[in-house]
């Protein structure tokens, strides 16, 4: 249930979209749009006024169960830089930071182990774009003062102008996605319209764009086809392609590291998945009603890994490896740190809460099955041999 200033947020972020519908030329709007107003709009979207990320929020990611997940992270980032030359600067981009937790615990790592030449060349960057998370960002990251480290927008770096890595975790599943079905002999797309009592209500048309049908051309992908279910329904994230686009224009030599929830293109449309992979969060709740508690709730779909891959390589990102972040993490070391609890070095009630987490990292049915994509932008084939893809021997 809904305290009363939640159900006044919903309301008023209700009266926009009802105030967009009348105010748009053809009385309706995709859902893409929908999204984005539920989520980023400045007043009431749930990203920039409520997200809450933990146990006491309506979700968790890797970076809640503890410092390991950063740490992890923190040493493939080392051997980057050595990888590249050891250059100066460094650029560390992260991109959407979340409430900082990822950040602190890299940087708490690299503050900690990493040698002077490296903290020297260190830049540190998060680029988000929801003020609440910046300001929590900015409170967590307080110790880190004698680092190189800022908040910036994509229009603050030249093009062609970072060298090192830019990084994200869980962010592009977050991104507004058009929702599509199959109507008899056509694929439409799903509009908010409002129905007679002038409440919001979903209406299919044709696509608003071209680029929807490109986007299942170029993936080879015929939800017409007779495999597909009337009725069958699904999501284009066209704004990921865009985000990749100004991260490529942006590096001039270096990587780009995506993790998060998603599929090939081939296991993501399959004509079993007739519902799509679009769901909703709220208090550790999963449901998928989008529509319900806007401006309150998480909306989130899967990743298309194979469309980062595809477009990628229109702007000379390659792929240098795929894998499981189960594996990803195993490489770097994740086992060893499992090894060590036997140490005798810790107590019973630690080593049980520590075996749990890293247990989660690794759980190919949770969290150790989110997607690791690892792209390279003018990189060698000695520079794309990295530890986190290698097949850990464990």
Known sequence: MMSSPEFSHSQQLQEILIAKINNSDRGKITFAEYMAEALYNLEYGYYTTRVKIGSQGDFFTSASLGRDFGELLAIQFLEMWHSLGCPNPFYLIEMGAGNGELADDILSYLQKNA???FKDALNYSIVERSPVLIEQQQSKLQPYADLDLSWQDWSDFADDSIVGCCFSNELVDAFPVHLVQKSADCLQEVYLT?????????????LSTDAIA?????????????QYPDNYRTEVNLQALDWLEVVAQKLKRGYLITIDYGYSADKYYRPARSQGTLQCYYQHRRNNNPYANPGRQDITAHVDFTALERQGKLYDLEKIGFTQQGLFLM?????????????GKFGITEIFARRDALHQLIDPTGLGGYGVLIQGKNITESEGSLRGLQIPDY
């Open 331 to 343: 490489a770097l070391g994740l086992g060893d740190r499992l090894d060590e609890l036997s140490s």
């Open 115 to 117: 040698d002077r030449a």
């Open 214 to 226: 490109e986007y299942f051309d170029q993936s080879n992908i015929d939800l017409l086809s007779s």
């Open 194 to 206: 409002l129905d007679a009592a002038g409440q919001l209500t979903e209406t299919c048309d044709r």
